[in-house]
């Protein structure tokens, strides 16, 4: 094993060198007055010193690009800067809190976006460039160890990275939508605040819990960042040609292009040389495509050229032979150290050709070019581990000397911007890459407006449909109930439309030319669960709201049109918007214990099973209560939860998913689309709107015919003439509550019982003192 000639003086400084605060002990004899003065100066020092660096990276760097993006954004949401230090008055600590998560943010964001971008580029682009994130189990200790003009010069470099991208992908934006004039006519961004409790209190609480989960999201999916990087990049190369400058490529094999004879050719009188190019090629760096393709012999193009596949060494490079790292040649002066010409030369493999012992045979190398394959797919998963053991074990890009992963040496050389130092790189090569910035500065910015925009607005809809007034709007919250919806239904379709590399057309094609008629008794069970689920539930649903919120006294008394067609439409998509969002949300699991237990750490991960199961899909602890009023359906003694991947929402959705996309008409199953699903959530959402109109029906008509109608109102005991219209809307309220507080008992009846079992064991443990110690009763132990 061969050494470097670098390691003996690390080594020797290693054992011989010593701390400063070695000398420091030797030169005092024993303690003292000055020996401890000092210990109490240095900790003290120390303890300042890593204070401030605190407060600079953690706190003052990241409360100025919050004011930075507050600045560039207070117009674009309607407000100004007296608003502003109004508010800054009023609430100091919710004012600074609130830039300084904006800034937090905006340095979280970057970072994941910045270190995603180094895994999907080219190791020679940005790996040595961007220092990848490392574990540091000692972070006071390197804070404390490390000089402050290190930590200065690390500060003003993120300063410089954030401080342009700020100006390009905030700043610049809002300026250009501020100048079209689009902000008048459009006034969409204006945020609505609604606050149950004080403001002092409740801001704080929503921007802790913002960074909470910011946090969260960003450690769980920002590979999946990573991964919409490397498809845009992939696609947008493939357009503009530069594929084989910017993304990681496989080797697939070997070609050969040309030779080059070791000596020069014989002369008698001068003895025998070798070639100066192969001196140069040793000694020569950077970019060596030139100066290999201008020298070597190519032979005869017409002539096929060889194709070979190499081996592959154990750090993942393709060459010709695993065992020849260099070719010797001898130097020209007999005396001298040969010429060691490494069998490895950016994209290209040289070996010396076989040859005889006929003295007519030149000794002659051969030159052999990558041939680049498909484009790796990056990131791996897994690369952001930081305790997995480095690049080599991760599969990221190496920094600095640490051991390449197998994926990285396997990665095909780049082809350079510039043929040499001394060219430059051709125009029509830098309009590509400008145009890739470009489009990508579109990209970026169209992102980042429908990741507002589309949440907020799903939110908004949620307010609207369930017509609420407008002064009770409160976007924060709207904009987390969207995104809820947005986010996972946005990566559902992504995992589809990448699921095949067919074309959007062609599968329209081929999935109409696939549709077969189908049987007359599944045809039947598919349109009546599609009649009770998409029609008949949500119009049950979307009348007992409209009659039990929304309508108002004059339509209880019949002063307004019994009903019209505005709010018969509003009734249907307000019950198809909430049904279907329940499904979403049991489909993921939401609405289980695990869910908000992992919620509640901070980890957003999902249970073992996706159905909140920790022993299997079917736990027996799982008691959830079907909308049917009952206990989960058993199949051969097992529950089957209305949550999960595996319960009762899933297989319904999963059924249809096969018979609009595939026309599999045999995956209809009556018990899972009617029994299980579509006739239990239909069968309750129309007995709460019957049941509560009949029992209402009835109250009002035994009423009436006790109290009588005075003066447009009935009279009550101590409360005198209460108007008619406001007593039938009370009491049509009291009767749906009524009604579904003995459905929801009905439903939940096995949990009810267990609890009175529960409740009634404790009491009778502690009447007849079960499980306490009793001990003899000695009437002279009391005083």
């Known amino acids: 094993r061969g050494q470097n000639i670098h390691d003996a003086p690390r080594l020797h400084r290693a054992n011989v060198g010593h701390n400063v605060n070695d000398f420091e002990e030797d030169a005092v004899d024993g303690p003292g007055l000055g020996a401890s003065l000092a210990v109490a100066l240095d900790t003290t020092v120390a303890i300042v010193k890593v204070g401030v660096l605190l407060f600079l990276k953690m706190f003052l760097l990241p409360l100025f690009l919050g004011f930075f993006l507050d600045a560039s954004t207070v117009h674009f949401f309607g407000h100004d800067v007296a608003r502003r230090l109004a508010f800054a008055g009023s609430d100091l600590f919710s004012f600074i809190l609130l830039h300084w998560v904006a800034g937090i943010t905006f340095m979280l964001l970057v970072t994941v976006f910045l270190l995603q971008l180094r895994e999907v580029a080219h190791p020679d682009v940005l790996a040595r460039l961007i220092r990848p994130q490392e574990p540091q189990p000692d972070l006071l200790g390197n804070l404390m160890h490390e000089t402050v003009f290190t930590h200065m010069k690390r500060m003003m470099l993120s300063l410089a ?31 609505n ?34 991964g919409l990087q490397h498809r845009w990049m992939k696609f947008m190369c493939r357009k503009l040609g530069l594929t084989d400058y910017l993304l ?61 596949h190499g081996e592959i060494r154990a750090s993942g490079e393709r060459v010709l032979s695993i065992g020849t790292t260099h070719i010797s040649i001898p130097a020209n002066d007999g005396d001298g150290k040969p010429i060691l010409l490494p069998t490895k030369l950016g994209r290209y493999r040289l070996q010396l050709r076989d040859f005889d012992s006929d003295l007519s045979l030149e000794p002659t190398v051969e030159f052999f070019r990558e041939i680049q394959g498909e484009e790796i797919r990056r990131p791996p998963e897994g690369w952001d581990d930081l305790g997995a ?22 990665v095909a050389q780049r082809t350079s911007f510039r043929a040499s130092s001394k060219h430059r790189i051709p125009f029509g090569l830098t309009m590509k890459v400008i145009a890739l910035l470009m489009l990508s500065w579109i990209a970026i910015t169209l992102t980042a407006i429908v990741i507002i925009s589309m949440p907020l607005a799903i939110g908004r809809s949620f307010y609207y449909l369930l017509r609420i007034p407008e002064k009770y709007i409160h976007d924060p919250l709207a904009f987390c109930l969207g995104g809820a919806l947005f986010f996972p239904a946005v990566s559902i379709l992504a995992q589809n439309t990448n699921s095949s590399n067919e074309s959007l057309l062609k599968r329209t094609v081929r999935w109409i030319s696939r549709f077969r008629r189908p049987p007359s008794r599944k045809l039947f069970v598919a349109l009546e669960s599609f009649f009770l689920w998409f029609f008949a539930a949500p119009m049950a649903l979307g009348l007992s709201y409209d009659l039990g919120v929304v309508k108002s006294q004059k339509w209880f008394a019949r002063e307004e049109k019994f009903y019209d067609w505005k709010s018969i439409a509003f009734s249907f998509v307000m019950g198809t918007v909430v049904l279907n969002t329940w499904s979403f949300l049991l489909y993921f699991n939401c609405l289980s214990r695990q869910f908000w237990a992992n919620i509640g750490n901070g980890i957003l991960e999902a249970p073992v099973d996706g159905n909140g199961n920790n022993d299997g899909i079917f736990h027996a602890r799982n008691q959830d209560i079907d909308a049917g009023g009952r206990e989960n359906v058993t199949v051969d003694g097992q529950e089957i939860p209305w949550q999960g991947n595996q319960g ?72 005198g003439i209460v108007e008619y219209g406001m007593f039938r809307k009370t009491i049509f309220r009291m009767c749906m509550a009524l009604h579904v507080l003995v459905q929801l008992a009905s439903g939940f009846r096995a949990n009810i019982d267990r609890w009175f079992e529960a409740a009634h064991g404790a009491a009778r443990d502690d009447r007849y003192l079960i499980g306490e110690l009793l001990m003899n009763y000695s009437p002279d132990q009391v005083k």
């Open 248 to 308: 990681p490529k496989e080797v697939e094999g070997l070609e050969l292009i040309g030779s080059k004879a070791v000596f020069l050719p014989r002369d008698d009188h001068v003895p025998l040389q070798v070639d100066p190019f192969f001196v140069e090629l040793v000694s020569k760096e950077g970019n060596v495509d030139q100066f290999v393709e201008s020298n070597i012999d190519k032979g005869n193009d017409s002539q096929p050229r060889s194709i070979v």
């Open 648 to 719: 009762r929402v899933a297989k319904f959705f999963k059924i249809w998913r096969s018979v609009l996309c595939n026309w599999e008409w045999d995956s209809i199953d009556r018990t899972s689309l009617l029994d299980d699903f579509a006739r239990p959530v239909t069968r309750q959402l129309a007995s709460a709107l019957v049941g509560s109109f009949l029992s209402f029906q009835m109250v009002m008509y035994l009423v009436i015919s006790i109290l009588k109608v005075q003066q447009g109102g009935i009279p009550l005991p101590f409360l």
């Open 161 to 191: 990275i954030y401080a342009p991208l700020l100006l390009l992908h905030v700043y610049l934006p809002i300026k250009l939508f501020m100048a079209s004039g689009l902000e008048a006519s459009v006034p969409f961004f204006h945020l």
């Open 389 to 410: 053991g480095g690049a080599f074990v991760q599969g990221r890009w190496a920094w600095g000397r640490e051991r390449k992963s197998v994926v990285e040496g396997s």
């Open 193 to 226: 605040f609604y606050h149950l409790v004080m403001p002092q209190l409740q801001i704080p609480l929503e921007l802790i819990t913002f960074h909470l989960s910011m946090l969260a999201l960003l450690e769980r999916y920002k590979n999946s960042i990573g």
